[in-house]
């Protein structure tokens, strides 16, 4: 295995990292930076980098210095460490000298050189490098080096040393601050000159757009690197030295969102100060928007919760504390948004400066209250965060509007990978005043989309959480109450002592829940009346606790609950049994047993030349040949053994069981060969590789492979917890009524139902609306649930998990139902489900408490019809007699 590849799986690369890696090493495959002149690499990374480059290093520079265009997001820093890991192992090169152009990115690189941090630089290759040595402004003056006989003596070390530096601290002038050009008595020198000693310093600059300014390039060059390599998202027209690129063009919808330029066309009419306000209240309108779908997505996928923001970008300070004043303001959105808003620009200073800093570093955490985010040319790079999904520019120009340094901010995935949700995959950039000219720079554009709000407007959803009888709490302290009494169905319920067993491990759960105790036996033991004493003591203990005005709103604090009597709990569960099929989460699994069967070697190699071989000896300047004499011929002493233990290692099925079956079919062939022993072992020696691949394609023709179906019941009953919808503002309507915006379906939610598990039910089309009308109407129907996503458990291939879109109870049979329009009931993926669901319900009827039949039934939307009852509707599904024989 190559180094890059190795990089590559110690590091978990990205595909453009490992790209970027791959043209690095066959440009310095080729180079010894200590030696090399510009020219020479300018050649060979011309000759090596993609698309064969014109290559051009910047005149200012007195060595080789190689540029990676990548776009924000897609991990420079990470690019940078396997790098330096590379020039470490391929050329021994110990000493990286990393450059920032600015405090925030200084700090950022100094904690991300640390092992504990989750974006550590070196992630994945701590056991091959151990930790390096990292100097900067802080302990720098602890280098270990000497001054003597006009020389530094540094200390040898076999490890990586890096430093890192702001290039306002490495100018030449006189700071009062940061000296880093003054003698220094506890170095010998300056540190600048400690490091121009190092005769293989690489400079590795962040951000590297920062330092094509005059003052800068001299500063670095002062230092005598034997390379440098620059990572930017934005190169200057001056980089011709680009070795491999991966702009937002190509990461966006893959490693990146995608930008959307939003904006209104009818603006005619309106001050300025009126399209400020409109970009606004627009932009917290997406906003609110997105909060709704990110929501639901998290709740759905069983995932923590992410926070949107938005950015607003202002013309200056005076503006941003006006914008400030009108988001803090009661009329703006009703006040919501007051107390989560913050500046950050020069202007603020001290202790609110400090706070803001805070609150902005740890904007991602849902503790932190803060939504909306105002700046002033202060968050270009370095400020890092997933979930930033709306920018307001209300400062600048068409230009700037779309400068990469500001849209990079919002352009990380909050999921770290696409959804395939269009909410989800985009950023949102509001631009009326400039929407008409941004359209026709964007046209042509593949990183952008457009939307109209005049023609498409903001929906304004309501995101409403739908649970069966219990809410979240509630149903926690269920579930656990559940796999406290082992009961297996629903029905189980109806049992008046299991009654009595469930409230007692409500009570329990509860008391446990809420002040856990130092001894459980003292719980566990408690009779009935004693712990509805204990709970009700608990309950109010903590109601009496007492709240600052400083507690913060969305803490890690469970929410108190009030403890439920025993009627009303007894009522709670009655009800649980009467709506709730008892369905087993049951993982699916498959194990496969391969066997070859007897074979009959033939040899399809016709002959095998065995002639000798000669050594000569000629003179090639009198062209004559001076001696001939035949070669020692080379051979195999045991050529069973041999081509046996080739053949083990060439079929990855074979082991040590098979080896009478592999010695037979080696037997086989080698008695084909003609001639005596003496020849087979020569033939052997020199055939091997080509007879093992002629016995290894035999051998493979005559295997047999049998996959046998296993299954592991996980539970014996699922809890189906809450769902999420977002509703359109009428968009809550009777399950019996038909709405003309079929289109829209998935944007209402109907109510009304009596033996749904869920009282009210989302659908993707009206087809499954008929057949919950159905299901209300037909007295055959016991009851059914809506399963929402990823609770059921139920998997169809790696990683995916299906849901199918109604469980059905009937007086003798339980069914899975998939809804699909007739142009996909044969659909490919549609078919791996249902596999996957007739495999689930042949398991779930050999464990099925109820004693029922489980059967799956595909059903096209064109076959179900209001007033047909169930039953008929089921025999119109689709025929998928032998569909898991294939």
């Known amino acids: 295995m190559g180094i890059v590849n190795k990089i590559n799986w110690a590091m978990s690369l990205r595909e453009p990292q490992l790209e970027a890696l791959t043209y690095f090493d066959a440009i310095s495959s080729k180079l010894e930076y200590k030696t090399c002149t510009k020219e020479v690499a300018e050649q060979v990374a011309k000759e090596n980098c993609e698309n064969n480059r014109n290559i051009k290093i910047d005149s200012d520079f007195n060595f080789p210095s190689f540029c990676f265009e990548m776009a924000t997001g897609i991990g420079k820093t990470r690019l940078m460490g396997a790098s330096i890991y590379y020039l470490y192992k391929t050329k021994g090169y110990k000493h990286f000298f990393i450059l920032a152009p600015g405090n925030t990115i200084y700090d950022k690189l100094r904690k991300e050189t640390m092992p504990h941090h989750p974006k550590y630089m070196f992630k994945g290759l701590e056991a091959e490098m151990g930790r390096p040595k990292v100097y900067d402004g802080e302990n720098y003056l602890n280098y270990p080096v000497k001054f003597t006989q006009q020389e530094f003596l540094i200390e040898k070390t076999s490890e990586i040393q890096i430093f890192i530096f702001n290039i306002g601290k490495i100018f030449q002038r006189g700071d009062v601050q940061f000296d880093f050009h003054d003698f220094k008595e506890c170095l010998g020198g300056s540190f600048a000159d400690v490091l121009k000693s190092f005769d293989d310093l690489v400079i590795c600059m962040d951000e590297a757009h920062r330092y094509y300014a005059d003052k800068s390039k001299k500063a670095i060059d002062y230092l005598n690197p034997i390379l440098g390599l620059e990572f930017t998202a934005t190169p200057k027209k001056e980089n011709k030295n680009i070795i491999y690129s991966f702009d937002l063009a190509k990461g966006a919808g893959k490693y990146l969102k995608i930008p959307v330029v939003m904006g209104r066309t009818n603006t005619a009419g309106f001050s300025a100060e009126d399209i400020e306000e409109m970009k606004m209240k627009d932009g917290i309108k997406l906003h609110e928007q997105r909060k709704?779908?990110?929501?639901?997505?998290?709740?759905?996928?069983?995932?923590?919760?992410?926070?949107?923001?938005?950015?607003?970008?202002?013309?200056?300070?005076?503006?941003?504390?006006?914008?400030?004043?009108?988001?803090?303001?009661?009329?703006?959105?009703?006040?919501?948004?007051?107390?989560?808003?913050?500046?950050?620009?020069?202007?603020?200073?001290?202790?609110?400066?400090?706070?803001?800093?805070?609150?902005?570093?740890?904007?991602?955490?849902?503790?932190?209250?803060?939504?909306?985010?105002?700046?002033?040319?202060?968050?270009?790079?370095?400020?890092?965060?997933?979930?930033?999904?709306?920018?307001?520019?209300?400062?600048?120009?068409?230009?700037?509007?779309?400068?990469?340094?500001?849209?990079?901010?919002?352009?990380?995935?909050?999921?770290?990978?696409?959804?395939?949700?269009?909410?989800?995959?985009?950023?949102?950039?509001?631009?009326?005043?400039?929407?008409?000219?941004?359209?026709?720079?964007?046209?042509?554009?593949?990183?952008?989309?457009?939307?109209?709000?005049?023609?498409?407007?903001?929906?304004?959803?309501?995101?409403?959480?739908?649970?069966?009888?219990?809410?979240?709490?509630?149903?926690?302290?269920?579930?656990?109450?559940?796999?406290?009494?082992?009961?297996?169905?629903?029905?189980?319920?109806?049992?008046?002592?299991?009654?009595?067993?469930?409230?007692?491990?409500?009570?329990?759960?509860?008391?446990?829940?809420?002040?856990?105790?130092?001894?459980?036996?003292?719980?566990?033991?408690?009779?009935?009346?004693?712990?509805?004493?204990?709970?009700?003591?608990?309950?109010?203990?903590?109601?009496?606790?007492?709240?600052?005005?400083?507690?913060?709103?969305?803490?890690?604090?469970?929410?108190k609950l009030p403890v439920m009597k025993k009627d009303e709990f007894i009522d709670k569960i009655k009800k649980v049994a009467q709506r709730s099929v008892s369905v087993p989460r049951i993982s699916i699994g498959y194990s496969s047993t391969i066997n070859f069967k007897p074979v009959t070697i033939k040899r399809s190699i016709v002959d095998f030349d065995t002639a000798s071989s000669f050594i000569e000896r000629y003179d090639i300047i009198n062209d004559k040949l001076l001696m001939s004499i035949e070669a020692v011929t080379l051979e195999t002493p045991d050529p069973v053994n041999e081509l046996a233990c080739m053949l083990l290692d060439s079929i990855d099925e074979f082991d040590s069981n098979d080896a009478e079956y592999i010695?037979?079919?080696?037997e086989q062939y080698i008695n084909l060969i003609e001639g005596s022993f003496e020849d087979k072992k020569k033939i052997v020696r020199r055939y091997a590789t080509v007879i093992i691949e002629d016995i290894r394609k035999q051998v493979y023709a005559a295997k047999e492979e049998h996959t046998e179906f296993i299954y592991n019941v996980e539970k014996d009953l699922i809890l189906f917890g809450k769902f999420v919808k977002n509703v359109k503002p009428d968009g809550k309507v009777d399950f019996k009524k038909e709405i003309a915006d079929k289109k829209n379906i998935r944007q209402y939610l109907y109510t009304g139902y009596k033996k749904s598990y869920y009282p009210d039910n989302g659908f993707d089309s009206d087809d499954e609306r008929k057949l919950s009308v159905i299901l209300e109407e037909d007295q055959e129907v016991l009851r059914w649930i809506k399963p929402p996503l990823n609770q059921m458990g139920l998997f169809y291939k790696a990683g995916h998990q299906y849901n199918p879109d109604f469980i059905v109870e009937t007086a003798d049979s339980k069914y899975l139902v998939e809804v699909k329009a007739s142009n996909m009931t044969k659909d490919e993926d549609v078919l791996d489900k249902a596999k996957s669901a007739i495999k689930w319900c042949e398991c779930a009827t050999g464990v099925d408490a109820d004693k029922k039949e489980w059967k799956f039934r595909l059903i096209s939307g064109q076959n179900i019809a209001i007033g047909n009852n169930f039953k008929y509707t089921m025999g119109m599904s689709e025929n998928l007699e032998g569909l898991t024989n294939e």
């Open 292 to 559: 709704s779908v990110v929501y639901k997505y998290c709740v759905e996928n069983n995932l923590p919760q992410v926070k949107p923001i938005v950015l607003i970008s202002c013309k200056d300070t005076a503006h941003a504390k006006e914008v400030r004043d009108v988001i803090d303001s009661d009329e703006f959105f009703d006040g919501r948004y007051k107390g989560k808003v913050i500046e950050i620009h020069s202007g603020t200073s001290g202790v609110e400066s400090d706070d803001n800093i805070r609150k902005l570093l740890t904007i991602e955490d849902n503790t932190n209250p803060i939504e909306i985010v105002l700046h002033v040319y202060k968050l270009k790079e370095g400020w890092d965060v997933n979930n930033l999904f709306t920018i307001v520019p209300l400062n600048a120009a068409k230009s700037e509007i779309l400068a990469l340094q500001t849209i990079g901010r919002g352009l990380r995935l909050p999921f770290g990978q696409i959804t395939g949700q269009d909410e989800l995959d985009t950023l949102d950039i509001v631009a009326h005043d400039h929407y008409r000219e941004l359209i026709d720079d964007v046209k042509s554009n593949p990183i952008f989309k457009t939307r109209d709000l005049d023609e498409n407007d903001v929906p304004q959803n309501e995101s409403v959480d739908v649970v069966s009888e219990f809410n979240d709490g509630q149903m926690a302290l269920f579930a656990q109450t559940v796999e406290y009494s082992a009961i297996k169905s629903f029905q189980d319920i109806n049992d008046l002592k299991i009654q009595e067993e469930l409230y007692k491990g409500y009570l329990k759960a509860y008391a446990k829940e809420l002040k856990p105790v130092k001894d459980d036996k003292e719980v566990d033991q408690m009779s009935l009346f004693d712990l509805e004493s204990f709970a009700n003591n608990t309950a109010t203990a903590e109601d009496n606790v007492q709240t600052t005005e400083n507690d913060v709103p969305n803490t890690k604090h469970k929410q």
């Open 663 to 666: 010695i037979d079919v080696v």
